[in-house]
């Protein structure tokens, strides 16, 4: 029999709903539906003796909902919750143009999951969890990590198979630049280089598609730019699915996702971006090598990395924790 899901999480959050501009989350939260016998949904303060479950998702992204459980922490169910952005610092205040908001900073986040008693940590980003979120774990915080990077839905990309020749031959520049904290610095900088098409982000000029047809603009490039300092954001795997050519700027989790140089996609620097742009640019349209390479990065997220893989991924490391438990539960019955 197919285990159950219980889904805590705040019905309210803007990352989760179908006007958000990124919907990758949103993917993933979805999608997590799929494997498991049945799902129930938790928005609001209950007792835990009103969840009937196997697995207890906690998916509230920047531990912003102050949902209250009783006895929580006693719950039989293999317990997750996601962190994204594991720097993240405290803050209240108010999303823009959203609703009001309280932010836990690292160690508050990570206290009220032990409090919780949570079993597994999902992050998208291992750099940043050992950083900021395993020195208050201690020990344990290695096997707490159930990591698995931004990972959007096949479905939002359904042009992802449209060849390089029938795109617009240009290198796509379109990201959040605002910050403040050093995480876009290379990013602004490529996306002023005049190799680039620079085209405003959707919170910055609304008529820039967003959300749901954001995929269909990324199909109709040929070539984009994926470029934090800090983390693979979802744009490291929106842009291979969609069929571009990913012009990368290195991390560590894009090469344990299999991302390789010249491979599936090209990592770019400051002195190397021009070279590498100008040559992409100046190649013919049905050219066979760069399409290899964009049908490399498509296929790699399409196995390995979709928010249908996280799904499954998650539900298959549940099983094997209840097994485990199971099995030594059996031993000291012995």
Known sequence: MKLKLALIYDNECPKLLPTAYSQTYRDMFLALHAPFEQTSHYVKDCSAKDIDADVIVIFDIHSSHHIEIEGLAKHPAVKYTYFNDPHQQEFTGRYIKGPEVHKLGAEQRTHRAIDRGVNFI????????????????????????????????????????????????????????????????????????????????????????????????????????????????PKYQEIPLSGCVTFAQYQMDYRDMGFRDCQNCFFVTKE??????????????????????????????????????????????????IQRINTLTQGVEL
């Not at 050992?130 to 939002?156: T, V």
């Not at 904290?181 to 085209?199: L, V």
């Not at 982000?201 to 040929?222: D, N, T």
């Not at 990395?305 to 549940?318: G, I, P, R, V």
């Open 122 to 233: 999902i992050c998208p980003y291992q750099e940043g969890y050992y950083e900021h979120i395993a020195p208050h774990i201690g020990p344990d915080a290695d096997d707490m990590l159930f990591w698995f990077p931004p990972a959007p839905s096949h479905k939002r990309f359904p042009l992802r198979l449209l060849p390089l020749e029938r795109r617009r031959h240009k290198i796509l520049g379109n990201g959040i630049l605002h910050g403040g904290n050093g995480a876009y610095d290379f990013r602004e900088w490529a996306y002023s280089q005049p190799e680039t098409f620079y085209m405003k982000h959707a919170m910055e000029r609304p008529a820039v598609p967003k959300g749901i047809e954001y995929g269909k603009l990324l199909c109709s490039f040929a070539a984009s730019l994926a470029l934090c300092d800090w983390y693979v954001v």
């Open 272 to 321: 190397n971006y021009r070279d590498r742009a100008l040559a992409f640019l100046n190649s013919r349209e049905d050219d066979v090598y760069y399409q290899k390479v964009a049908t490399e990065g498509r296929k790699l997220i399409e196995t390995k990395w979709t928010a249908e893989c996280f799904a499954e991924a998650l539900y298959q490391h549940a099983c094997n924790q």
